[in-house]
């Protein structure tokens, strides 16, 4: 009677929780136990918390956040295309010239909204 072999994802599920059960079993037990205030106080950016933390935030912040994403989401478009452009695996012959062709002007219209922003006083900062 042969014992059925384990599929190796269970043994390195087992091994994964097994490491983060005893991590967190020797950070409880060996950590430090002293409470003060300071150590019992929220942390945040580098600053001590004073006032209200339902503060707006300044219109320019989220202004950043929006083009650090628009400009993120061009990488995930354009890595792609960077490393399959020229492959023999990539993009047919036939089309690596309309593809350049909208990739051109994909980022192009980028670059509008980057001088755009630009002008505007996105990166302007007081």
């Given amino acids: 009677m042969d014992i059925p072999a384990l599929p190796p994802?269970?043994?390195y599920g087992a091994i994964l929780v097994g490491f983060v059960i005893t991590n967190m079993v020797l950070a409880h037990l060996l950590g430090p136990k002293k409470k003060t205030v300071v150590k019992d106080m929220p942390y945040e950016s580098g600053m001590d918390p004073?006032?209200?933390?339902?503060?707006?935030?300044?219109?320019?912040?989220?202004?950043?956040?929006?083009?650090?994403?628009?400009?993120?989401?061009?990488?995930?478009?354009?890595?792609?295309?960077?490393?399959?452009a020229y492959s023999e695996l990539g993009?047919?012959?036939e089309l690596r010239d309309a593809v350049f062709a909208v990739m051109v002007v994909f980022m192009?219209?980028?670059?509008?909204?980057?001088?755009?922003?630009l002008r505007k006083g996105v990166f302007r900062w007081r």
């Fill in 50 to 84: 004073v006032g209200d933390a339902r503060q707006p935030f300044d219109v320019r912040f989220y202004l950043v956040a929006i083009l650090f994403l628009v400009f993120d989401v061009e990488l995930l478009f354009l890595y792609p295309w960077a490393v399959s």
């Fill in 108 to 117: 192009a219209t980028l670059g509008l909204a980057w001088v755009y922003a």
């Fill in 9 to 11: 994802l269970l043994i």
């Fill in 91 to 93: 993009i047919p012959k």
